[in-house]
């Protein structure tokens, strides 16, 4: 079945220690997104891809970088981690144009020790 | 920007009622809609979208919502609860330009035996 795979599932670092987190897709969308959710909280865009072209939201902290080398492959690095940090990152795909539906991996759970 | 707006963050119903989850937007385009559920530590699953069309939308596992277009709402119903649909669910709307979602805060709904 195509599909949105996040690993790894949960994630352990220690406070200021670099940590990247992967996302992989099979449905060949030419969008990928990473959001950051913290608990009962709605998921907070972070940033997207269209193909190459990188998007950042506003608001996200410079702490937060993404790489896309290909279609398939999104990355989420995490240059110094702090306590607030800790969260599910959840990476979405979609084709581009508005109306269509965003697939979800199944999460990375970050702690931050 | 869209904002969404979930009234009530928890539901609680008995296994057998009526399901109603309120969902509210603000735009004066009327956005695309959609509704996602979440079990815990997982990804966000579809079960409806309205993009055109009809505006009774029915999605899986029994669900339906309908798009009131002088109301700007989207609210999710169910006629009859099921224990396994004790989940979050989360409303989500995307302007016509692009797929960008904006969420609602959540309902966490419980279900009672």
């Known amino acids: 079945d195509a599909m949105v795979i996040q690993n790894p599932r949960y994630q352990v670092t220690q406070f200021g220690k670099p940590v990247t987190l992967s996302c992989s897709q099979t449905?060949?969308?030419?969008?990928m997104y990473w959001y950051q959710q913290k608990s009962s909280q709605a998921p907070k865009l972070l940033f997207h891809?269209?193909?190459?072209?990188?998007?950042n939201e506003a608001d996200t902290p410079d702490n937060f970088q993404s790489r896309r080398p290909n279609t398939s492959f999104c990355f989420l690095d995490i240059r110094s981690p702090g306590l607030g940090d800790a969260a599910m990152y959840l990476c979405?795909?979609?084709?581009?144009?508005?109306?269509?539906?965003?697939?979800f991996g199944p999460g990375t759970r970050l702690t931050v020790l | 920007a869209q904002s969404v707006t979930q009234l009530g963050s928890h539901v609680s119903v008995s296994e057998g009622a009526l399901v109603l989850l309120r969902c509210n937007y603000s735009?004066?385009?009327?956005?695309?809609l959609f509704w996602y559920v979440q079990y815990p530590n997982q990804g966000l699953q579809l079960l409806l979208k309205?993009?055109?069309?009809?505006?009774l939308v029915k999605g899986i596992n029994g669900f339906e919502a309908e798009f009131k277009k002088s109301e700007t709402s989207f609210h999710l119903t169910k006629p009859s609860a099921h224990m396994s649909d004790a989940a979050e669910y989360f409303c989500?709307?995307?302007?016509?330009?692009?797929?960008?979602?904006?969420f609602g805060s959540g309902t966490k709904l419980n279900v009672k035996p």
């Open positions: 449905l060949n969308h030419n969008v």
């Open positions: 309205y993009t055109t069309g009809a505006t």
């Open positions: 891809y269209y193909d190459k072209d990188f998007n």
């Open positions: 735009s004066s385009v009327p956005p695309y």
């Open positions: 989500a709307v995307s302007d016509r330009n692009f797929n960008k979602f904006y």
């Open positions: 979405a795909t979609s084709r581009r144009l508005a109306g269509n539906e965003q697939f």
